[in-house]
């Protein structure tokens, strides 16, 4: 959901990585985040798991000029691709106005790259969000692995229709900022055609059964490792074949009165301190989801321990 904050003339949108487990959503954004032509980049916050080394929370503003006068920032949220965390998968993903769905190319991850889509338009419906109007980009990862499916291949059980599709190799970081760029492109055009993502007449569904293996596999789902950390990661290398990362971005100044912004309707501004607020509620959730990892990981241990 955009947030428009009049104090300080700003636009604030919001993109989720989704997808399996292991298949490159941190990776993805550890490559943005050391981007060097990228400033004004929050913290990176980060929880290790046993076996993933996804985010367990992602915060990464961007400054991308202005729309109808106002700047634009964009808010960059990973998921835990393990099954246990899908109290998580639904929190990140409120309130959010495009997602990169990350498929791993490999031929024996299909399957989880169905059960994760399939929790991922789930998941959106349990936010009251249309999975057919929010703005989501296919990337297609690991294109520099041997045993992969071909891109005909993915798009024949992936079935991407309208959907944008971008091959990547996310460790060297091939196609990472083609797919920012396809994903942001995407949400600005949501805006400024007010495309009204929510569904406001179908009630929420019911949580989804935890049993099913919803975008993991066996190597993938591990026990929460007790560690969290806050500063940000080392910064690697841009890769020398990058481009700009926004080149492809850039949004002209719409000529329209001010009262004609498609901001302006059904929006509500919201001050510093409601950000603050929002925030704090955040992190209150992210301590108490911790809380209750730690606690399942008790239980393994007695478990074994028998």
């Given at each position: 959901?955009?947030?428009?904050?009049?104090?300080?003339?700003?636009?604030?949108?919001?993109?989720?990585?989704?997808?399996?487990?292991?298949c490159g959503k941190t990776t993805n954004l550890e490559k943005i985040y050391g981007n060097p032509k990228l400033e004004n980049k929050g913290k990176m916050i980060s929880m290790s798991t046993e076996t993933d080394r996804t985010l367990f929370f992602d915060f990464m503003p961007m400054e991308l000029g202005t729309i109808g006068g106002q700047k634009?920032?964009?808010?960059?949220?990973?998921?835990?691709g393990q099954v246990f965390y899908d109290a998580t998968r639904k929190l990140v993903l409120r309130g959010a106005d495009g997602v990169v769905f990350v498929a791993d190319s490999q031929n024996t991850m299909r399957e989880s790259n169905l059960?994760?889509?399939?929790?991922?338009?789930?998941?959106?419906?349990?936010?009251?969000?249309?999975?057919?109007?929010?703005?989501?980009?296919?990337?297609?990862?690991?294109?520099?692995?041997?045993?992969?499916?071909?891109?005909?291949?993915?798009?024949?059980?992936?079935?991407?229709?309208?959907?944008?599709?971008?091959?990547?190799?996310a460790k060297s970081g091939l196609g990472v900022t083609a797919t920012l760029r396809a994903a942001i492109t995407r949400i600005l055009d949501n805006l400024k055609q007010n495309v009204d993502t929510t569904l406001h007449d179908e009630p929420e569904l019911a949580a989804p059964d935890m049993s099913q293996r919803s975008g993991v596999t066996a190597?993938?789902?591990?026990?929460?490792?007790?560690?969290?950390?806050?500063?940000?990661?080392?910064?690697?290398?841009?890769?020398?074949?990058?481009?700009?990362p926004f080149g492809g971005v850039a949004v002209a100044e719409p000529e329209v009165a001010v009262d004609e912004s498609p901001f302006e309707a059904g929006s509500q501004s919201s001050d510093l301190e409601t950000l603050h607020a929002s925030a704090q509620q955040l992190v209150a959730t992210l301590e108490a989801a911790l809380e209750s990892a730690r606690e399942h990981e008790r239980k393994l241990a007695e478990k074994l321990a028998q």
């Open positions: 959901m955009v947030l428009i904050n009049k104090a300080i003339n700003e636009i604030t949108v919001k993109l989720v990585y989704y997808g399996p487990g292991l634009v920032r964009v808010q960059l949220y990973t998921v835990p059960d994760s889509l399939e929790n991922l338009k789930t998941n959106l419906r349990l936010n009251r969000l249309d999975p057919d109007k929010v703005a989501i980009v296919f990337q297609y990862n690991k294109r520099d692995l041997p045993n992969i499916d071909s891109v005909d291949d993915m798009n024949a059980y992936m079935k991407p229709a309208h959907i944008p599709v971008v091959e990547a190799a190597s993938s789902a591990g026990t929460p490792k007790l560690s969290m950390k806050s500063t940000a990661p080392a910064a690697p290398p841009a890769p020398a074949v990058e481009e700009e």
